[in-house]
Protein backbone atom coordinates (compact mmCIF):
# COMPACT_ATOMS: atom_id res chain seq x y z
CA UNK A 1 0.00 0.00 0.00
CA UNK A 2 1.54 3.50 -1.06
CA UNK A 3 2.33 5.61 1.77
CA UNK A 4 0.41 9.00 1.39
CA UNK A 5 2.93 12.23 1.57
CA UNK A 6 1.34 15.25 3.08
CA UNK A 7 2.94 18.78 1.51
CA UNK A 8 2.17 22.22 0.47
CA UNK A 9 4.46 22.35 -2.83
CA UNK A 10 5.77 25.53 -4.18
CA UNK A 11 7.03 25.81 -7.91
CA UNK A 12 9.22 28.67 -9.15
CA UNK A 13 9.26 28.04 -12.71
CA UNK A 14 5.64 26.49 -12.92
CA UNK A 15 5.21 28.21 -16.42
CA UNK A 16 8.51 26.60 -17.79
CA UNK A 17 8.95 23.61 -19.81
CA UNK A 18 10.35 21.34 -17.50
CA UNK A 19 7.39 22.38 -15.13
CA UNK A 20 5.06 20.88 -18.11
CA UNK A 21 6.81 18.06 -19.87
CA UNK A 22 8.17 16.35 -16.35
CA UNK A 23 7.03 17.64 -13.51
CA UNK A 24 3.07 17.62 -13.77
CA UNK A 25 3.08 14.47 -15.29
CA UNK A 26 5.04 13.21 -12.50
CA UNK A 27 3.13 14.32 -9.60
CA UNK A 28 0.12 13.05 -11.62
CA UNK A 29 1.49 9.57 -11.33
CA UNK A 30 2.69 9.64 -8.00
CA UNK A 31 -1.38 10.86 -7.31
CA UNK A 32 -2.45 7.79 -9.41
CA UNK A 33 -0.32 5.39 -7.08
CA UNK A 34 -1.75 6.79 -3.77
CA UNK A 35 1.51 8.99 -2.62
CA UNK A 36 -0.35 11.86 -2.89
CA UNK A 37 -3.99 11.61 -1.52
CA UNK A 38 -5.44 14.64 -0.18
CA UNK A 39 -3.08 16.46 2.15
CA UNK A 40 -1.19 18.08 -0.96
CA UNK A 41 -1.72 21.27 -2.50
CA UNK A 42 0.53 22.94 -5.17
CA UNK A 43 0.94 26.16 -5.89
CA UNK A 44 2.59 27.46 -9.10
CA UNK A 45 4.76 30.59 -9.36
CA UNK A 46 5.92 33.05 -12.36
CA UNK A 47 6.26 36.18 -13.26
CA UNK A 48 2.60 35.28 -15.68
CA UNK A 49 -0.23 36.86 -15.29
CA UNK A 50 -2.36 33.39 -14.61
CA UNK A 51 -5.77 33.23 -12.51
CA UNK A 52 -6.11 29.42 -10.83
CA UNK A 53 -8.60 28.18 -13.73
CA UNK A 54 -6.03 29.03 -16.52
CA UNK A 55 -3.09 27.66 -14.31
CA UNK A 56 -5.45 24.62 -13.88
CA UNK A 57 -5.66 24.04 -17.39
CA UNK A 58 -2.31 24.09 -18.44
CA UNK A 59 -1.47 21.23 -15.83
CA UNK A 60 -4.53 19.76 -16.96
CA UNK A 61 -2.79 19.64 -20.72
CA UNK A 62 0.37 18.69 -19.42
CA UNK A 63 -1.58 15.05 -18.11
CA UNK A 64 -3.90 15.28 -20.91
CA UNK A 65 -1.94 12.00 -22.39
CA UNK A 66 -2.22 9.82 -19.19
CA UNK A 67 -5.51 10.99 -18.16
CA UNK A 68 -7.27 9.82 -20.38
CA UNK A 69 -8.85 6.43 -18.45
CA UNK A 70 -9.16 8.75 -15.11
CA UNK A 71 -10.75 11.76 -16.30
CA UNK A 72 -12.37 12.36 -12.72
CA UNK A 73 -9.30 11.24 -10.66
CA UNK A 74 -7.12 13.67 -13.13
CA UNK A 75 -9.91 16.85 -12.71
CA UNK A 76 -9.47 15.67 -8.61
CA UNK A 77 -6.23 15.92 -8.79
CA UNK A 78 -6.06 19.15 -11.17
CA UNK A 79 -8.10 21.01 -8.32
CA UNK A 80 -5.36 20.65 -5.44
CA UNK A 81 -3.73 23.02 -8.24
CA UNK A 82 -3.03 27.31 -7.26
CA UNK A 83 -1.67 29.95 -8.92
CA UNK A 84 0.09 32.86 -8.22
CA UNK A 85 1.99 35.79 -9.92
CA UNK A 86 5.24 36.16 -8.28
CA UNK A 87 8.25 38.26 -8.87
CA UNK A 88 11.50 36.54 -6.95
CA UNK A 89 13.14 39.55 -6.46
CA UNK A 90 10.47 41.16 -5.17
CA UNK A 91 10.58 40.90 -1.32
CA UNK A 92 7.21 42.19 -0.90
CA UNK A 93 5.16 38.98 -2.91
CA UNK A 94 7.02 37.04 -0.48
CA UNK A 95 4.27 38.12 1.92
CA UNK A 96 1.43 37.21 -0.61
CA UNK A 97 2.41 33.50 -1.28
CA UNK A 98 3.22 32.78 2.81
CA UNK A 99 -0.63 33.55 3.34
CA UNK A 100 -1.46 31.43 0.61
CA UNK A 101 0.90 28.75 1.85
CA UNK A 102 -0.19 29.04 5.24
CA UNK A 103 -4.11 28.94 4.03
CA UNK A 104 -3.50 25.79 1.79
CA UNK A 105 -1.71 24.18 4.82
CA UNK A 106 -4.80 24.35 7.21
CA UNK A 107 -7.58 23.43 4.16
CA UNK A 108 -5.27 20.52 2.94
CA UNK A 109 -3.86 19.34 6.59
CA UNK A 110 -0.80 19.61 5.27
CA UNK A 111 1.52 19.68 9.19
CA UNK A 112 3.38 23.04 7.69
CA UNK A 113 5.45 20.71 5.17
CA UNK A 114 6.89 22.50 2.63
CA UNK A 115 8.51 21.67 -0.44
CA UNK A 116 9.75 24.93 -2.56
CA UNK A 117 11.07 23.59 -5.91
CA UNK A 118 13.29 25.80 -7.83
CA UNK A 119 12.98 25.32 -11.81
CA UNK A 120 14.15 28.34 -13.48
CA UNK A 121 17.21 30.51 -14.12
CA UNK A 122 19.83 29.63 -11.88
CA UNK A 123 20.95 33.35 -11.27
CA UNK A 124 17.52 33.58 -8.95
CA UNK A 125 17.97 30.37 -7.26
CA UNK A 126 20.02 32.31 -3.75
CA UNK A 127 18.05 35.18 -3.92
CA UNK A 128 15.05 32.83 -3.60
CA UNK A 129 16.34 30.72 -0.41
CA UNK A 130 17.56 34.12 1.05
CA UNK A 131 14.02 36.15 0.64
CA UNK A 132 12.43 32.79 1.77
CA UNK A 133 14.16 32.49 5.27
CA UNK A 134 13.80 36.73 4.99
CA UNK A 135 10.53 36.89 4.80
CA UNK A 136 9.29 34.19 6.87
CA UNK A 137 8.22 31.44 4.49
CA UNK A 138 10.31 29.02 6.70
CA UNK A 139 8.32 27.01 9.16
CA UNK A 140 9.17 25.22 12.41
CA UNK A 141 6.14 23.44 12.16
CA UNK A 142 6.82 20.55 9.50
CA UNK A 143 9.54 20.29 7.14
CA UNK A 144 11.29 22.30 4.82
CA UNK A 145 13.07 21.04 1.38
CA UNK A 146 14.09 22.96 -1.17
CA UNK A 147 14.10 20.92 -4.48
CA UNK A 148 16.82 22.63 -6.92
CA UNK A 149 17.66 21.74 -11.03
CA UNK A 150 20.54 22.07 -12.48
CA UNK A 151 22.96 23.61 -13.57
CA UNK A 152 24.28 24.36 -9.91
CA UNK A 153 27.14 26.79 -10.69
CA UNK A 154 29.07 27.21 -13.86
CA UNK A 155 32.15 26.37 -12.04
CA UNK A 156 33.63 25.34 -8.38
CA UNK A 157 33.45 29.40 -7.84
CA UNK A 158 30.18 30.06 -8.49
CA UNK A 159 28.76 26.96 -7.23
CA UNK A 160 30.25 27.26 -3.82
CA UNK A 161 28.82 31.35 -3.66
CA UNK A 162 25.09 29.87 -4.56
CA UNK A 163 25.55 26.89 -1.49
CA UNK A 164 26.52 29.54 0.42
CA UNK A 165 23.45 31.48 -0.70
CA UNK A 166 21.41 28.19 0.09
CA UNK A 167 22.56 26.99 2.97
CA UNK A 168 22.86 30.56 5.21
CA UNK A 169 18.91 29.20 4.94
CA UNK A 170 18.43 25.58 4.27
CA UNK A 171 20.52 22.70 5.69
CA UNK A 172 22.53 20.65 3.51
CA UNK A 173 19.93 17.96 4.03
CA UNK A 174 16.88 19.97 3.45
CA UNK A 175 18.59 20.44 0.21
CA UNK A 176 17.97 17.75 -2.77
CA UNK A 177 19.83 18.69 -5.96
CA UNK A 178 18.15 17.62 -8.76
CA UNK A 179 20.29 15.32 -11.05
CA UNK A 180 17.79 13.39 -13.10
CA UNK A 181 20.17 10.64 -14.09
CA UNK A 182 20.31 9.18 -10.76
CA UNK A 183 16.29 8.92 -11.08
CA UNK A 184 17.08 5.85 -13.75
CA UNK A 185 15.94 2.35 -13.34
CA UNK A 186 19.51 1.14 -14.65
CA UNK A 187 21.60 3.71 -12.82
CA UNK A 188 19.85 2.80 -9.66
CA UNK A 189 20.74 -0.78 -10.47
CA UNK A 190 24.44 -0.40 -10.87
CA UNK A 191 24.11 -0.68 -6.83
CA UNK A 192 22.30 -3.54 -7.01
CA UNK A 193 24.61 -5.51 -9.51
CA UNK A 194 27.40 -4.16 -7.43
CA UNK A 195 26.35 -5.25 -4.16
CA UNK A 196 24.35 -7.60 -4.14
CA UNK A 197 26.87 -9.92 -6.28
CA UNK A 198 29.84 -12.01 -5.05
CA UNK A 199 30.23 -12.57 -8.86
CA UNK A 200 30.47 -8.81 -9.57
CA UNK A 201 32.18 -6.96 -6.81
CA UNK A 202 34.74 -9.34 -6.12
CA UNK A 203 35.85 -8.51 -9.60
CA UNK A 204 35.44 -5.00 -9.79
CA UNK A 205 38.85 -3.70 -9.22
CA UNK A 206 41.84 -2.94 -11.10
CA UNK A 207 43.20 -6.70 -11.00
CA UNK A 208 40.47 -8.20 -12.79
CA UNK A 209 39.25 -4.57 -14.51
CA UNK A 210 41.17 -3.08 -17.50
CA UNK A 211 38.58 -0.21 -18.52
CA UNK A 212 35.56 0.77 -18.43
CA UNK A 213 33.27 2.71 -20.74
CA UNK A 214 30.59 5.27 -20.32
CA UNK A 215 28.61 6.43 -23.23
CA UNK A 216 25.78 8.91 -23.33
CA UNK A 217 24.55 9.58 -26.96
CA UNK A 218 22.28 11.79 -28.00
CA UNK A 219 20.82 12.28 -31.67
CA UNK A 220 19.08 15.26 -31.59
CA UNK A 221 20.94 18.39 -31.98
CA UNK A 222 20.70 21.55 -29.74
CA UNK A 223 16.99 22.05 -30.87
CA UNK A 224 15.56 25.18 -29.33
CA UNK A 225 18.22 25.55 -26.36
CA UNK A 226 20.39 27.08 -27.96
CA UNK A 227 20.72 30.34 -25.56
CA UNK A 228 21.06 28.11 -22.58
CA UNK A 229 23.50 25.44 -24.20
CA UNK A 230 25.70 27.71 -26.19
CA UNK A 231 26.64 29.10 -22.61
CA UNK A 232 27.50 25.90 -21.14
CA UNK A 233 28.20 22.89 -24.02
CA UNK A 234 28.69 19.35 -23.14
CA UNK A 235 31.41 19.37 -20.55
CA UNK A 236 29.06 21.56 -18.80
CA UNK A 237 25.77 20.43 -19.32
CA UNK A 238 26.10 16.09 -19.36
CA UNK A 239 30.43 15.57 -17.67
CA UNK A 240 30.23 17.68 -14.33
CA UNK A 241 26.74 16.42 -13.49
CA UNK A 242 25.16 12.89 -15.15
CA UNK A 243 28.79 11.35 -15.95
CA UNK A 244 30.47 12.24 -12.91
CA UNK A 245 27.28 10.68 -10.85
CA UNK A 246 27.64 7.73 -12.59
CA UNK A 247 31.39 7.52 -12.43
CA UNK A 248 31.46 8.09 -8.31
CA UNK A 249 28.86 5.17 -8.52
CA UNK A 250 30.70 2.65 -10.80
CA UNK A 251 33.73 3.42 -8.33
CA UNK A 252 32.99 3.99 -4.88
CA UNK A 253 33.83 1.47 -2.19
CA UNK A 254 30.58 -1.09 -0.86
CA UNK A 255 28.67 1.74 1.44
CA UNK A 256 27.97 0.52 5.31
CA UNK A 257 24.48 0.57 4.80
CA UNK A 258 22.46 1.18 1.71
CA UNK A 259 21.45 5.05 3.31
CA UNK A 260 21.64 8.06 1.56
CA UNK A 261 24.27 9.18 4.32
CA UNK A 262 26.45 6.30 3.57
CA UNK A 263 25.84 5.82 -0.20
CA UNK A 264 27.02 9.97 -0.20
CA UNK A 265 30.52 9.67 2.05
CA UNK A 266 31.46 6.86 -0.34
CA UNK A 267 30.32 8.59 -3.78
CA UNK A 268 32.50 11.71 -2.50
CA UNK A 269 35.70 9.61 -1.22
CA UNK A 270 35.62 8.31 -4.94
CA UNK A 271 35.18 11.77 -6.96
CA UNK A 272 38.05 12.87 -3.98
CA UNK A 273 40.81 10.33 -5.47
CA UNK A 274 39.58 11.38 -9.03
CA UNK A 275 42.95 12.59 -10.47
CA UNK A 276 42.52 16.39 -11.12
CA UNK A 277 44.61 17.17 -14.22
CA UNK A 278 47.34 19.95 -15.16
CA UNK A 279 46.16 21.49 -17.98
CA UNK A 280 48.88 19.35 -20.35
CA UNK A 281 47.49 16.39 -18.94
CA UNK A 282 44.09 17.57 -19.27
CA UNK A 283 45.05 18.54 -23.35
CA UNK A 284 46.41 14.94 -23.68
CA UNK A 285 43.07 13.37 -21.98
CA UNK A 286 40.36 15.50 -23.37
CA UNK A 287 38.71 15.52 -26.64
CA UNK A 288 35.93 17.89 -27.60
CA UNK A 289 34.08 18.41 -30.74
CA UNK A 290 31.20 20.05 -32.54
CA UNK A 291 28.63 19.04 -35.07
CA UNK A 292 28.77 20.01 -38.68
CA UNK A 293 25.96 20.01 -41.18
CA UNK A 294 24.59 16.60 -41.82
CA UNK A 295 22.09 15.44 -45.12
CA UNK A 296 19.10 17.21 -43.27
CA UNK A 297 20.24 19.33 -40.31
CA UNK A 298 22.18 22.68 -39.90
CA UNK A 299 25.72 22.75 -38.14
CA UNK A 300 25.71 23.54 -35.20
CA UNK A 301 26.87 27.37 -35.77
CA UNK A 302 23.98 27.46 -38.23
CA UNK A 303 21.24 26.74 -35.42
CA UNK A 304 19.08 29.02 -34.18
CA UNK A 305 20.91 31.44 -31.56
CA UNK A 306 23.88 30.16 -31.78
CA UNK A 307 26.37 32.88 -33.05
CA UNK A 308 28.24 32.11 -36.03
CA UNK A 309 31.58 32.14 -33.99
CA UNK A 310 30.48 29.72 -31.14
CA UNK A 311 33.39 27.38 -30.13
CA UNK A 312 30.88 25.64 -27.88
CA UNK A 313 31.73 22.15 -27.74
CA UNK A 314 28.43 19.59 -28.10
CA UNK A 315 30.64 16.23 -27.95
CA UNK A 316 33.54 15.29 -25.10
CA UNK A 317 35.28 12.34 -24.62
CA UNK A 318 37.81 11.51 -22.02
CA UNK A 319 39.85 9.31 -19.89
CA UNK A 320 39.57 9.50 -16.58
CA UNK A 321 41.85 7.92 -13.64
CA UNK A 322 41.58 7.40 -10.11
CA UNK A 323 44.53 7.61 -7.36
CA UNK A 324 43.22 4.32 -4.95
CA UNK A 325 44.13 1.49 -4.10
CA UNK A 326 40.90 -0.39 -6.24
CA UNK A 327 40.90 1.87 -8.99
CA UNK A 328 44.79 2.66 -9.46
CA UNK A 329 45.56 2.41 -13.65
CA UNK A 330 42.24 1.65 -14.72
CA UNK A 331 41.18 4.38 -16.96
CA UNK A 332 37.30 5.42 -17.04
CA UNK A 333 36.43 6.42 -20.63
CA UNK A 334 33.55 8.69 -21.21
CA UNK A 335 32.27 10.12 -24.16
CA UNK A 336 28.92 12.11 -24.68
CA UNK A 337 27.51 14.58 -27.50
CA UNK A 338 24.65 15.34 -29.66
CA UNK A 339 23.94 14.60 -33.02
CA UNK A 340 25.44 11.33 -32.68
CA UNK A 341 24.50 8.03 -34.45
CA UNK A 342 21.61 7.53 -32.20
CA UNK A 343 19.97 8.14 -28.05
CA UNK A 344 21.28 5.54 -26.43
CA UNK A 345 23.21 5.63 -22.60
CA UNK A 346 25.53 2.47 -21.86
CA UNK A 347 28.71 0.89 -19.63
CA UNK A 348 30.90 -1.40 -20.72
CA UNK A 349 32.70 -2.46 -17.78
CA UNK A 350 36.22 -4.23 -19.79
CA UNK A 351 37.84 -7.01 -17.84
CA UNK A 352 41.16 -8.23 -18.59
CA UNK A 353 42.01 -10.92 -20.90
CA UNK A 354 43.05 -14.53 -19.51
CA UNK A 355 46.30 -14.32 -18.90
CA UNK A 356 47.20 -17.37 -20.79
CA UNK A 357 45.28 -18.49 -23.61
CA UNK A 358 45.89 -22.21 -24.00
CA UNK A 359 43.58 -22.31 -26.98
CA UNK A 360 45.21 -19.72 -28.80
CA UNK A 361 47.54 -22.63 -30.67
CA UNK A 362 44.92 -24.80 -32.02
CA UNK A 363 42.78 -22.17 -32.70
CA UNK A 364 43.13 -19.64 -35.74
CA UNK A 365 44.19 -15.85 -34.92
CA UNK A 366 40.89 -14.65 -35.25
CA UNK A 367 39.20 -16.64 -32.65
CA UNK A 368 41.38 -15.87 -30.07
CA UNK A 369 39.83 -15.49 -26.51
CA UNK A 370 38.15 -11.45 -26.19
CA UNK A 371 37.78 -9.61 -23.17
CA UNK A 372 34.81 -10.28 -20.92
CA UNK A 373 31.98 -7.11 -21.46
CA UNK A 374 29.22 -6.14 -18.34
CA UNK A 375 27.24 -4.05 -20.41
CA UNK A 376 24.64 -1.91 -18.28
CA UNK A 377 21.84 -0.73 -20.79
CA UNK A 378 20.82 1.96 -19.39
CA UNK A 379 18.59 3.47 -22.52
CA UNK A 380 16.32 3.37 -24.17
CA UNK A 381 16.22 -0.70 -24.07
CA UNK A 382 17.30 -1.67 -19.90
CA UNK A 383 19.03 -4.49 -19.21
CA UNK A 384 22.59 -5.96 -18.82
CA UNK A 385 24.52 -8.67 -20.59
CA UNK A 386 28.00 -10.09 -19.88
CA UNK A 387 30.29 -11.18 -22.67
CA UNK A 388 32.04 -14.72 -22.36
CA UNK A 389 33.82 -16.98 -24.20
CA UNK A 390 31.98 -20.47 -24.67
CA UNK A 391 33.12 -23.45 -27.30
CA UNK A 392 31.48 -22.50 -30.35
CA UNK A 393 29.21 -25.61 -31.15
CA UNK A 394 30.51 -28.29 -33.69
CA UNK A 395 33.59 -30.76 -34.31
CA UNK A 396 36.66 -28.91 -33.60
CA UNK A 397 37.41 -26.33 -30.78
CA UNK A 398 37.49 -23.07 -30.87
CA UNK A 399 35.96 -20.23 -28.77
CA UNK A 400 33.51 -17.23 -29.64
CA UNK A 401 32.01 -14.73 -27.11
CA UNK A 402 28.54 -15.33 -26.38
CA UNK A 403 26.01 -13.05 -24.00
CA UNK A 404 24.33 -14.03 -20.99
CA UNK A 405 22.12 -11.38 -21.03
CA UNK A 406 18.80 -10.07 -19.13
CA UNK A 407 16.95 -7.32 -21.03
CA UNK A 408 13.82 -6.02 -19.05
CA UNK A 409 10.67 -6.86 -21.04
CA UNK A 410 8.65 -4.57 -22.37
CA UNK A 411 5.33 -4.84 -20.35
CA UNK A 412 7.47 -4.26 -17.16
CA UNK A 413 9.30 -1.22 -18.70
CA UNK A 414 6.36 0.79 -19.01
CA UNK A 415 5.70 0.46 -15.15
CA UNK A 416 9.34 1.70 -14.66
CA UNK A 417 8.78 5.22 -13.14
CA UNK A 418 10.04 8.26 -15.13
CA UNK A 419 12.78 9.63 -13.26
CA UNK A 420 11.14 12.83 -11.58
CA UNK A 421 8.40 10.77 -10.48
CA UNK A 422 10.98 9.01 -8.53
CA UNK A 423 12.80 11.69 -7.29
CA UNK A 424 10.21 14.01 -6.47
CA UNK A 425 8.99 11.07 -4.23
CA UNK A 426 12.05 10.54 -3.09
CA UNK A 427 11.89 14.41 -1.89
CA UNK A 428 8.43 13.65 -0.33
CA UNK A 429 9.75 11.23 1.95
CA UNK A 430 12.96 12.87 2.67
CA UNK A 431 15.60 10.42 1.20
CA UNK A 432 17.88 11.81 -0.65
CA UNK A 433 20.20 8.92 -1.50
CA UNK A 434 19.58 9.76 -5.33
CA UNK A 435 20.58 13.53 -5.08
CA UNK A 436 23.47 15.25 -5.68
CA UNK A 437 25.46 16.46 -2.27
CA UNK A 438 27.13 19.74 -1.99
CA UNK A 439 30.50 17.85 -1.41
CA UNK A 440 30.16 15.71 -4.58
CA UNK A 441 29.27 18.64 -6.83
CA UNK A 442 32.34 20.67 -5.42
CA UNK A 443 34.49 17.68 -6.67
CA UNK A 444 33.24 17.62 -9.62
CA UNK A 445 34.01 21.20 -10.76
CA UNK A 446 37.19 20.93 -9.48
CA UNK A 447 37.47 18.17 -12.09
CA UNK A 448 35.99 19.88 -14.52
CA UNK A 449 37.24 23.36 -14.36
CA UNK A 450 40.58 22.66 -15.20
CA UNK A 451 39.08 21.11 -18.70
CA UNK A 452 37.03 24.26 -19.41
CA UNK A 453 39.91 26.82 -18.50
CA UNK A 454 42.13 24.82 -21.26
CA UNK A 455 39.15 24.94 -23.59
CA UNK A 456 38.45 28.61 -22.79
CA UNK A 457 41.85 29.83 -24.49
CA UNK A 458 42.44 27.28 -26.71
CA UNK A 459 41.14 27.46 -30.19
CA UNK A 460 39.15 24.58 -31.58
CA UNK A 461 38.62 23.63 -35.16
CA UNK A 462 35.25 23.24 -35.15
CA UNK A 463 33.07 21.47 -36.86
CA UNK A 464 34.78 18.54 -36.71
CA UNK A 465 32.14 15.54 -36.82
CA UNK A 466 29.24 14.43 -38.85
CA UNK A 467 25.74 13.70 -37.20
CA UNK A 468 25.41 10.15 -37.40
CA UNK A 469 28.72 9.30 -36.38
CA UNK A 470 29.81 8.59 -32.63
CA UNK A 471 31.81 12.11 -32.73
CA UNK A 472 35.37 13.43 -33.79
CA UNK A 473 38.27 10.78 -34.91
CA UNK A 474 40.25 12.00 -31.60
CA UNK A 475 37.52 10.29 -29.95
CA UNK A 476 38.73 6.82 -31.25
CA UNK A 477 42.14 7.80 -31.46
CA UNK A 478 42.21 8.50 -27.58
CA UNK A 479 41.52 4.94 -26.91
CA UNK A 480 44.06 3.84 -29.75
CA UNK A 481 46.94 5.61 -27.65
CA UNK A 482 46.17 3.20 -24.79
CA UNK A 483 46.05 0.26 -27.63
CA UNK A 484 42.00 0.34 -26.70
CA UNK A 485 38.66 0.84 -28.45
CA UNK A 486 35.73 2.04 -27.54
CA UNK A 487 33.52 -1.55 -27.38
CA UNK A 488 30.02 0.79 -29.03
CA UNK A 489 31.70 1.77 -32.64
CA UNK A 490 30.45 2.05 -35.56
CA UNK A 491 31.19 0.06 -38.38
CA UNK A 492 32.71 -2.12 -36.60
C1 LIG B 1 19.91 17.25 -19.70
C2 LIG B 1 20.73 18.09 -20.63
O1 LIG B 1 20.38 17.37 -18.39
O2 LIG B 1 19.99 15.89 -20.10
C3 LIG B 1 20.28 17.92 -22.07
O3 LIG B 1 20.60 19.46 -20.27
C4 LIG B 1 20.26 16.46 -22.45
O4 LIG B 1 21.11 18.64 -22.97
C5 LIG B 1 19.48 15.65 -21.41
O5 LIG B 1 19.62 16.35 -23.71
C6 LIG B 1 19.61 14.17 -21.69
O6 LIG B 1 18.78 13.48 -20.80
P1 LIG B 1 18.12 12.10 -21.20
O7 LIG B 1 17.40 11.65 -20.00
O8 LIG B 1 17.23 12.38 -22.37
O9 LIG B 1 19.26 11.20 -21.62
Avoid at 116 to 125: E, H, K, N
Avoid at 170 to 194: S, T, V
Avoid at 469 to 483: F, I, N, R, T
Amino acid sequence: MAKENTAIFTFFGASGDLAKRKLYPSLFKLYQKGYLKDHFAIIGTSRADWTNDEFQGIVSESISDIKEESKNQANEFVSHFYYIAHDVTDKAHYAALDELINKLDKQYEANGNRLFYLSMAPSFFGQIALNLKSEGLITQEGYNRLVIEKPFGRDYKSAKQLNEELTSTFEEDQIYRIDHYLGKEMIQNIEALRFGNTIIESLWNNRYIDNVQITLSEKLGVEDRASYYDTSGALRDMVQNHILQIVSQLAMEQPVAFTDADVRVEKVKALRSLRVYTPSEAAGNFVRGQYDAGDTGNEYRDESGVPDDSNTETFVAGKLLFDNYRWSGVPFYIRTGKKLADKFTRIDVVFKKPLIDIFAFPQKSDAALQANVLTIYVEPQSGFSLKVNAKSTGQGFETEPVNLDFFQDADKEKEVPEPYERLLHDALEGNSTNFASWSEVAYAWKFVDVIRKLWDIEEPIFPNYLPGSMGPVASDELLQKDHRAWVYRLNK
